[in-house]
């Protein structure tokens, strides 16, 4: 009121019209009371009115003035923003311009006021020519847009008052602020946003904003701002979407036959109810999923068949947080900005983050951690503007959000509406679902698609006219009226209480039935508005995105993630501690002496070492599954939005499983380093650690399969005990692999389904290294080399072809001799030898056979003579009496063999007693001993499909060759076979785990589990009644 006071004051003082545009000002800005006050407020400081009937020489501006103007002007500079300073500068004009008395001391005050305010000469000049002048030949300016009628002669002016007569209107844009102002010149009445504006006065053109007229079309804000921002926008787009359908199954829609056309710089808004369709709407035209039916078209390009062509146009936020919770503001968005700029480098990439922090308000909160949505670090609105600016950072043509003020406040909700909107005069194309719009915000929209039930598209189209529409379409009373004709306020509820306005029974009751059904909406619609398209843009699509290498990918996800989990104390604390506590715990508990007198712990003694080894690697399943369980499915929402980057899936899981190398080596290593002392284990520290870290690995891959293919962290937990119990069981510590049932079981070798499972692998593994390779296993007894686990080797093998195979033969042989006798006394000496062939006698030369050409690969055995002779039609006394005596000669072969090495042995063990106790103390577990050479076995031979199987000591047996790949054998057997190749059972053991483990990622690589879940559930519902 001052600085108006002091315009007027000057060259005469005030003028009645003057005081009437203060009067009428005050009165649409404040209520009746308060007018009364300002006006006399500003009365006071203006003077009396004058009739200024002489005209007075021009004073200069005093210097009290001067002082008076200044001190007002900063006062204002911190209370007003850029916006309303602009709004000032304009009513200081229209003050003037009210009697037009545009002196030189007015003008000097206005233009201090401009300089003061920082209001550039340009857009100043704009505003003193938009005031002064009603004529177009004096408002050509680019910042003025002249509409007039189609009839009128005007070479300056934009034809597109169709329907207005003699009108002719006048906007004006203030590029700085982004900010619009209007104002005509006709005899008809115009509205404004619904309301009554008055011919000649300057009003602000709101963004939503609308001009209407009784007769012709409505004029809208949005067509305003294309109009000025066509020559502003480089990259043009045309999207189009046409015939569009998609359904979940044959009888349920999801989306109906959809089409519409937009172009550039719109912000259009998706609504409905829920379950209309509209999330499903969005995943469809940002490509997250192909319709049934139908096409999805940017400047002519379809983005289901050259997704290639849009790679990087399209940005995507989803209604849930995309942010990685413990890392802070700036390193989620310098991590998303790292994966779109290959050339840049730190330095560039920090001023960008920082430049897009800046403009989104959120600079001062860039060292702050993010938090999750229900530990709030940032609040609500700073969270849903730094999701959006993980997409912006790379400014895609085109932006998919899925309900982002979805919980936030009204004001937050506003701001970043407003944000939206300054996107979209970028050229940005804005797909925006909302949910219970306000007023302010429904008309912020430059167009709205309104959906129905079952995917029907009921409206598209500007959102204010889509209340006359519905209200039209339902003969309501005012259905001209969309906007409150005392507050300029729509309702969008207005719509969806039309839409799904219900049929009212005979006793005035709602029935559950719709007046009109959804497909009778978009039949109303496409009849009335059948669909135009809007230009095709012939050029592809623009894409800022510049993806980094493989490598440099890989070093991104893998720096993201370290920092996170760095950043999280509790997940740190917990990985650091958990693996030593077990270990602890577990070896504290099982440290057991049998002497209970004694209070000297006996490694040999404590019979717990096998559920030590047995617990160790469960303990490492565990904790590899746990580390790993969760890794995928917590980012399954980043990864949703990292698609449109078409980043590397490779590198994003190489990254994941370096981290978890890093981690499960770590836990092996410390969980060794506590719980082998304890227990007195002493030597195969990496052996252990191997077996361990195997075991977790594999663990790890298994994790992240189920994490990248289960839909719920509930799910993924109950799935752990379901794959950790089936390997304990299955393991071959708990229940021995020949006591199974015979369904899954084998007689001589391990179960084909215990052959999967990672423990049964590392458990043997560890128990036969345990056992061969210490200390004392590995003492050299001969000059030759011969150690300890060597001569127990040949003194089993000597024992038992002695003392159970060979007496065996002996015994199948007598059999077979009898048999043969019994034939030749009923038949003759001279018998027909075709008869012999079929005789049901001879039932034991398959096993002699058999078990002698088996015998015959032992070291210095020679090999039986007639051995092609053990059959029903060779059999006779010649080749029964070589077979007799050939047995006869292995029983004192493999005699002598077992008394040598005893002796050796012995004589050993009396030399060196003292030390050989020591290491047995430290390094021989004797329950160790009794699980891997089973002493206690009642049957130490079966005999099988014509073939004897040793059922004790079988960690001195040596496998057979099967063939390349005939691995297969028994439980704790010393060594196997593949390709030939005798190869050490830890060894090998370790490597198939390892080979598992690569399996499994070429499986998570391809998603092969997920796709096998999808299928079946696919399967199920497709099976059900519908």
């Known amino acids: 009121m001052e600085l108006f006071a002091l315009i007027v004051k000057q060259d005469g003082g005030m003028t009645a019209n003057e005081r009437k545009y203060i009067s009428a000002f005050l009165t649409k800005q404040l209520s009746r009371e308060s007018v009364n006050e300002y006006l006399a407020l500003f009365e006071e400081h203006a003077g009396p009115v004058t009739s200024r009937l002489t005209v007075k020489e021009p004073a200069a501006l005093s210097v009290k003035d001067s002082v008076k103007i200044f001190a007002i002007c900063k006062k204002i500079n911190k209370t007003l923003n850029q916006v309303q300073k602009v709004v000032v500068l304009m009513r200081l004009y229209e003050l003037v311009n009210a009697d037009r008395q545009f002196t030189p001391q007015r003008m000097n005050i206005i233009n201090t006021v401009a300089e003061v305010f920082r209001i550039s000469s340009v857009e100043f000049a704009a505003i003193e020519q938009f005031v002064k002048n009603d004529d177009p030949e004096n408002l050509i300016n680019p910042s003025i847009l002249m509409l007039v009628p189609e009839d009128e002669e005007c070479d300056h002016c934009k034809k597109m008052l169709s329907g207005y007569t003699n009108t002719r209107i006048f906007l004006l844009r203030i590029a700085s602020v982004d900010l619009y102002f209007v104002k005509y010149y006709s005899p008809e009445q115009l509205f404004l946003n619904g309301l009554p504006i008055t011919a000649g006065q300057v009003y602000t ?299 009212v029974d005979e006793f005035g009751r709602y029935t559950e039935k719709r007046k009109v059904k959804p497909e009778e909406w978009s039949q109303f619609f496409d009849s009335k508005y059948p669909f135009r398209q809007v230009p095709e843009i012939k050029e592809p699509p623009h894409n800022n995105l510049n993806r980094p290498g493989t490598f440099r990918q890989f070093a991104i996800y893998f720096s993201r993630d370290i920092k996170s989990k760095i950043a999280n104390r509790q997940y740190i604390l917990l990985t650091l501690l958990e693996a030593p506590i077990l270990g602890f715990v577990l070896s504290f508990i099982i440290r057991y002496i049998p002497d209970p007198k004694s209070d000297v712990y006996i490694f040999s003694e404590n019979e717990n070492i096998p559920i030590y080894i047995f617990m160790s690697l469960i303990v490492a399943l565990f904790l590899g599954l746990t580390i790993s369980a969760e890794e995928i499915f917590r980012d399954r929402k980043i990864l949703k939005r990292e698609r449109f980057l078409n980043l590397s899936r490779a590198s994003y899981l190489l990254s994941k499983v370096a981290i978890l190398i890093i981690i499960s080596a770590f836990q092996a290593f410390l969980f060794i380093i506590i719980g ?42 109950i799935v752990i005990p379901l794959l950790i119990i089936p390997m304990m069981v299955l393991s071959g510590a708990m229940f021995p692999f020949d006591k199974l049932n015979r369904i899954i079981g084998n007689v001589d070798k391990v179960p084909l389904i215990a052959e999967i499972m990672p423990t049964r692998w590392t458990y043997e593994a560890l128990i036969v290294t345990q056992f061969k390779d210490n200390r004392y296993s590995k003492v050299m007894y001969t000059r030759e080399g011969k150690t300890y686990f060597d001569l127990q080797m040949d003194i089993s093998k000597a024992e038992f072809n002695k003392v159970h195979r060979i007496k065996i033969l002996s015994d199948a042989h007598d059999i077979t001799l009898s048999e043969y006798r019994t034939f030749l006394r009923y038949t003759g000496v001279n018998s027909d030898q075709a008869l012999k062939r079929n005789t049901p006698y001879y039932t034991r030369l398959d096993l002699l056979r058999n078990e002698i050409q088996k015998l015959a690969s032992h070291n210095g055995v020679l090999q039986f003579a007639y051995t092609d002779k053990l059959t029903p039609e060779s059999f006779d006394q010649e080749v029964s009496d070589s077979l007799s005596t050939y047995l006869d000669r292995l029983d004192r072969h493999f005699s002598r063999i077992s008394n040598i090495s005893r002796d050796i042995k012995d004589r050993f063990y009396t030399l060196n007693s003292a030390n050989l106790k020591d290491l047995e103390n430290d390094y021989f577990n004797y329950k160790l001993q009794e699980i891997v050479t089973k002493p206690y076995e009642r049957k130490k031979i079966l005999e099988y499909n014509n073939t004897l199987i040793q059922n004790t000591d079988p960690i001195y047996l040596e496998p057979a060759k099967r063939g390349l790949l005939g691995f297969r054998t028994h439980f704790y057997t010393p060594s196997k076979y593949i390709f030939g190749i005798k190869t050490d059972t830890f060894v090998f053991n370790i490597l198939v785990v390892l080979l598992s483990t690569l399996f499994l990622y070429v499986t998570l690589y391809f998603e092969l589990l997920g796709k096998a879940i999808r299928l079946i559930e696919n399967l199920k519902f497709r099976k059900m009644p519908s």
């Not at 999330?279 to 983005?303: Q, R, V, Y």
């Not at 909160?365 to 912006?392: H, T, Y």
């Not at 339902?474 to 207005?494: F, K």
Request: proline letters at 4%.
């Open 205 to 503: 053109f709101a963004k939503g904003g609308s001009i209407r007229s009784q007769h012709g079309k409505p004029i809208y804000y949005s067509d305003v701002s294309s109009h000025f921002l066509s020559d502003i926008i480089i990259h043009k787009i045309s999207f189009t979407v046409e015939n569009l359908a998609y359904r979940f199954t044959e009888n349920q829609p999801a989306i109906d036959n959809i089409s519409f056309s937009v172009e550039e710089g719109k912000l259009i808004g998706i609504m409905g109810s829920s379950g209309s369709g509209k999330t499903t709407l969005l995943n469809l035209m940002c490509g997250i999923i192909k319709p049934s039916s139908g096409s999805i078209k940017i400047n002519g390009l379809d983005i289901n068949r050259s997704s290639g062509a849009v790679e990087g146009v399209f940005g995507y936020v989803p209604q849930d947080d995309l942010l990685i919770e413990d890392l802070t503001v700036f390193e989620n968005l310098y991590y998303a900005a790292c994966q779109c700029f290959r050339d840049k480098n730190r330095e560039e990439l920090t001023i960008l983050v920082n430049l897009t922090l800046g403009n989104l308000g959120l600079l001062e909160k860039r060292d702050l951690k993010v938090g999750s949505p229900f530990n709030k670090v940032i609040s609500g609105g700073q969270r849903k503007r730094l999701n959006i600016a993980l997409e912006l950072i790379r400014e895609p043509l085109v932006l998919f959000l899925d309900e982002p003020t979805s919980g936030l406040s009204s004001r937050d909700s506003e701001n970043l509406m407003d944000l939206l909107r300054d996107l979209t005069l970028k050229g940005k194309l804005i797909f925006n679902v909302i949910h219970q719009p306000s007023s302010e915000i429904f008309k912020m929209f430059d167009k709205v698609i309104i959906l129905d039930r079952g995917g029907h598209m009921a409206w598209f189209g500007n959102p204010v006219d889509s209340v006359v529409y519905f209200k039209t379409t339902d003969l309501q009373i005012n259905s001209t009226r969309a906007e409150c004709p005392s507050c300029g306020n729509v309702n969008p509820e207005t719509i969806f209480n039309i839409i799904e306005t219900q049929v």
């Open 676 to 717: 082998n002392p304890i227990l007195g284990i002493k030597g195969l520290y990496f052996n252990y650690w191997l077996a361990l870290f195997s075991t977790a690995f594999c663990a790890n891959m298994l994790g992240l399969n189920i994490s990248a293919s289960f839909n719920s962290a509930i799910t993924i937990y």
